[in-house]
């Protein structure tokens, strides 16, 4: 099955302009919906452009919002209504495709509603043929319904950070992991490891560096995004806790 060319090489320098993992310059997630959605829209012209506005609804923003952004921070390699040949020469719309290195992976969000009792078997049958030729031309698929999408966005974040660990190593998917030091990543290791918050006296045990040296590799990390105060102060933190998304599964540690 071929497949429309990824967008991803030709706008990977521009979406850094706006679009920054959680934790660096970013944005909150509306900004950065509205910028990574207009980008695409500035894509597509014609019956490309129409279907994304048709196809591109309140169920997907829900699952960006939901599952994608508390997952990762961040839109990078992701292509809403990605459009692919399908069997019958014709066109169909997948919700989302994620395309980094030579994984290919189609995402798609299903609703339970009246629409289901109304296809016929045959357009049944057809839904499933669609999905196996997918997998025959190398893509790797998820799918989840929209209840879990809005009821256990947690269970869907799960399946996705595995997801990422389990075929790109997490420090490929994540430019900012993929800068760490050996020290950080030993932090970031035992944060996962013990499941608390950290004071810098872990980490002068972890190591063996003085508390100054610790306390700046505690900092570094927060300003990564990478950690977050552990406690009610916000001029001076006294612990260190880790950032919601990071695991150790998709974060190569």
Known sequence: MKHTPPFH????????????????????FELSYENFIEYHRQL???ERLRRFADGHGYAEKCFLEQVWWPA???????HPEYEVN???????????????????????????GPHLQRISRTQFSDQWIRQNHLVIDGWKILRFSFDDVKERPRMCEQLL??????????VSFNPILSGLTPEE??????????????????VRLL?????????????????KGLLVSGGSGKERIRCYRLAH?????????
Do not use: C
């Not at 030709?10 to 944005?27: E, K, N, S, T, V």
């Not at 921070?73 to 992701?78: A, E, I, S, T, V």
């Not at 019958?88 to 798609?108: H, K, V, W």
């Open 9 to 28: 090489s030709a706008f990977a320098d521009g979406w850094r302009l706006y679009l920054f993992p959680r934790g660096g310059i970013g944005m909150g």
């Open 44 to 46: 597509r012209r014609g």
């Open 72 to 78: 990762f921070g961040h839109f990078n390699h992701l």
């Open 86 to 112: 399908d069997f019958r020469d014709g066109f169909r719309y997948l919700d989302f495709a994620y395309i980094q290195s030579s994984i290919r992976l189609a995402i798609e969000i299903d609703g339970f």
């Open 161 to 170: 950070q595995q997801f990422m660990g389990r075929w790109l190593g997490g």
């Open 185 to 202: 990543k030993e932090i970031l290791r035992l944060a996962i490891r013990t499941n608390r918050s950290l004071v810098p006296n872990d």
């Open 207 to 223: 190591l063996d560096v003085a508390p100054e040296k610790a306390r700046k590799l505690l900092h570094t990390l927060l300003t």
């Open 245 to 253: 998304g990071i695991a150790a599964d998709w974060a190569g540690l």
